[in-house]
């Protein structure tokens, strides 16, 4: 596979309340369609893992996969709209035991922000725009801390489920907290993920196809506009 494009990795598009505890998990509507426009002004090309497995990407262009884990509603609210703006397409991470929960609190999820999720409708008509769903588990849970037969499950139902419920081939997985190591990435093979995406840094020129690098990307204050610049020009000399 061509890996010549960088991935980016959202959480939550909008801003962090007063008690948030990982603010950088957070990006306004605001920021994100600045970085969209930035984006689209060097010329890149959005597309998703459905387009490499297909093939249906020209190599020769600036390419990039918009990320987002963990299926808050904000995504349809405020990311959304924003993507049907500009003609963008985005891959977004859902975890199926918790579609269309209100106001849940993961037990595991350090940012004890109460989150809503995304329901079924919501993900039906954003799939139907061209938005690609993939993995983020069954539940939002350390995949390398599982015995194996609950490690496979989260894998292999969670896939299961939303090919039943979406009608669509899932073709990647986003390991929630990173947690992942070989027995993790021989089951996510096994079970026919063809791609998956860490929180490692970076680009992906040497990475596997089950492990591939992000670059995340936050913007709630007025400093990220030169965060966002700064990460740019480090990590893939692509803004001057
Ligand atoms: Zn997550």
């Known amino acids: ?94 975890v199926t035991g918790s579609i269309g929960a209100r106001n849940i609190v993961w037990e595991l999820n350090e940012n004890k922000d109460p989150l809503n999720i995304l329901t079924k409708e919501q993900l039906l008509e954003m799939t139907s725009y061209g938005i690609e769903i993939g993995s983020h588990l069954c539940n939002h849970v350390h995949l390398s801390q599982l015995p194996a037969d609950e490690m496979k499950y989260e894998l292999v139902e969670s896939k299961r489920w939303l090919e039943n419920e979406l009608g669509k081939q899932i073709y990647s997985v986003a390991y929630p907290f990173g947690s992942y190591n070989n027995e993790v990435l021989k089951t996510a093979t096994d079970t026919g993920y063809l791609f998956g995406v860490t929180t490692k840094s970076g680009n992906n020129l040497t990475a596997g196809d089950l492990e591939l690098f992000r670059i995340p990307v936050k913007g709630y204050s007025l400093r990220h506009y030169w965060y966002f610049y700064k990460t740019f020009r480090n990590q893939l000399n692509i803004i001057n």
């Open 1 to 94: 596979m061509e890996k010549n494009f960088p991935i980016l990795y959202y959480h939550f598009i909008k801003a962090p309340s007063a008690t948030t505890r990982i603010k950088g998990l957070y990006t306004t509507a605001k920021h994100f369609e600045w970085q969209l426009v930035q984006l689209i002004k060097k010329g890149f090309t959005f597309i998703t893992f459905e387009d490499i497995a297909l093939k249906r990407y020209d190599v020769n262009k600036l390419n990039m996969i918009l990320t987002f884990d963990d299926g808050c509603e904000s995504l349809y609210y405020k990311a959304f709209p924003i993507l049907k703006k500009y003609g963008i397409k985005a891959v977004i991470y859902v």
